[in-house]
């Protein structure tokens, strides 16, 4: 197989992958925001901070060092498994001491001990299949990964939805994470033909220890500036202001943390093959750097323009106080897709140094940024400072990220300019539906307020999207743009082993 077609192949099953999981994720999560509280999404919301920081603790970094090697061998796989799986037992044991200190800092909320002693048992479980995860995505062979996420999205969806129909409260997002974990780890155990070895080899850990120490401080950095507003909204604000914040930063981020797994799964395998050839290697860049581009900008921003009838659509007007969040936090994710892919291209040529610093960059900005707006006692506020801290890291990083891959910030900047005039032109076109709404949806509230919510807003969605779909294509068309004929191509069959 040609790594073209290689590449293609595994770009459309991750596309499957987080498509299939985005539409589970998102039906799954309508119906509980529909059943379940702000303050209740609050309380998992804290719990979430530290699992994040405990799931990083436990890989180290070495998965995705493991990741950029050419090639593992069974004793490098059995020593990162058996090191993640020691590791992970002991953070749990730590937490699990720590339950009530995570109760006194949360606004003395006493439930969070016994859900958090439950709850933190999802990174033990998803900690043992790191290496079957990496040993798939390292083959570019992600099928069984899509398979054993959407078995998992079903599977511990009903149970949570079944859960809060019954009155469990904040226990349904509890017993969803842990059954979403064990799932799929049990179906990458079930289909991976993979299994450790009893060794344990210091010359692994020594080999992957530089890329793997660098990846795992960037990694926590990136946790830190992705779980710090959290925390501050959670302990300076309410666990209720809380709520809001996690559904908002929740659904605008499955648009921009889909693109930004597609990426890594894709590009840093590819890129790790090619990285002894400066000319190939700055090829596969341009392509990462456009289809990403391609993809990303009309997307989050038709997301930002279209936020009050799809909230509108989906709550009603339960989540009004999470709309302006979700728009500027959809907006942010452009940057945030940005970043991480900068990230890869530093990842695949092994500047471990330098991700280390990218990283290092964009927390000491939001740190600023979160000094500058918290006394403003305004979560809106809060949230514009999180993306004026983006845009100011991908600004930074630009030249960085260039000269480490010894090629010009105007090359970089290339990709991004003719999907940036056609998104902005398909922005103005979707605000414009919203904005005439009002002269041609007809008013239904007579008949039956639901029927009315689904069917008006429905409309302006259909509108908004092909409306502004429409003008996104038709512009890159007459641009002659190659990604939009390539992807046309491989869609319909056409794609052929060159």
């Known amino acids: 197989m040609s790594l073209k077609l290689q590449t293609a192949r595994t770009l459309k099953w991750n596309a499957i992958d987080r498509v299939a999981t985005q539409i589970l994720y998102a039906v799954v999560g309508v119906v509980l925001a529909n059943i379940l509280s702000p303050e209740e999404f609050g309380l998992v919301g804290v719990l979430l901070i530290f699992q994040a920081f405990a799931t990083i603790l436990v890989d180290s970094g070495f998965g995705a060092a493991l990741l950029r090697e050419k090639d593992p061998t069974q004793e490098d796989y059995s020593t990162v498994f058996w090191f993640n799986l020691f590791v992970s037992l002991a953070i749990y044991a730590i937490l699990f001491i720590g339950a009530p200190l995570i109760a006194r800092i949360f606004q003395g909320q006493e439930v969070l001990i016994p859900m958090s002693k ?68 049990i179906t990458l155990w079930a289909t991976g033909g993979w299994s450790p070895s009893l060794c344990f080899s210091k010359q692994t850990i020594r080999k992957i220890r530089a ?32 709520g809001v914040y996690t559904q908002a930063d929740k659904w605008a981020k499955m648009g921009s943390a889909s693109l930004s797994q597609i990426l890594t799964s894709s590009f840093v395998p590819l890129l790790s093959r090619v990285q002894d050839s400066r000319e190939t290697f700055l090829r596969y860049v341009d392509k990462a750097g456009r289809f990403t581009s391609f993809i990303l900008l009309p997307a989050m921003t038709l997301l930002a323009v279209m936020s009050a009838p799809l909230f509108h659509l989906l709550f009603g007007n339960k989540w009004d106080a999470a709309i302006p969040l979700f728009s ?9 897709v940005l970043i991480s892919l900068y ?86 076109g979707a605000w414009g539906v919203m904005a005439l709404a009002p002269y041609f949806i007809p008013d239904l509230s007579s008949i039956n307020p639901f029927t009315a919510r689904i069917v008006s807003n429905g409309l302006i969605l259909l509108l908004q999207g092909a409306i502004g779909c429409g003008i996104y294509l038709i512009l ?19 794609f052929r082993k060159k």
Do not use: C
């Open 328 to 336: 500027i936090l959809a907006i942010r994710g452009i940057f945030v």
């Open 476 to 494: 890159l068309r007459l641009g002659n743009i190659s990604e939009l004929s390539e992807a046309a191509v491989y869609i319909f069959g056409r």
């Open 118 to 185: 439950v709850m933190f048992l999802t990174f033990v479980i998803n900690g043992v299949s790191i290496v079957q995860v990496n040993r798939l995505m390292k083959k570019m062979d992600v099928r069984m990964i899509a398979v054993s996420n959407s078995l998992g999205l079903i599977v511990s969806g009903a149970v949570a939805i079944w859960l809060a129909l019954k009155g469990a409260g904040a226990w349904a997002l509890v017993w969803q994470s842990i059954i979403l974990a064990s799932v799929k780890t």
């Open 211 to 242: 890329v793997g120490l660098s990846v795992f401080s960037s990694s926590l950095l990136n946790t830190i500036s992705l779980n710090i507003y959290n925390f501050v909204i959670g302990a300076f604000y309410t666990i209720a202001s809380l």
């Open 343 to 428: 990230s890869n291209y530093l990842l695949a040529l092994g500047k471990a140094r330098n991700l280390f610093a990218s990283e290092a960059v964009k927390d000491g900005l939001i740190f600023i940024a979160i000094l500058a707006t918290i006394f403003l006692r305004d979560i809106t506020w809060l949230i514009i400072g999180q993306l004026a801290a983006s845009v100011a890291t991908w600004l930074l990083l630009l030249p960085l990220t260039a000269r480490s891959i010894s090629t010009s910030p105007g090359r970089l900047l290339s990709h991004l300019l003719p999907f940036s005039i056609a998104s902005l032109a398909m922005a103005g």
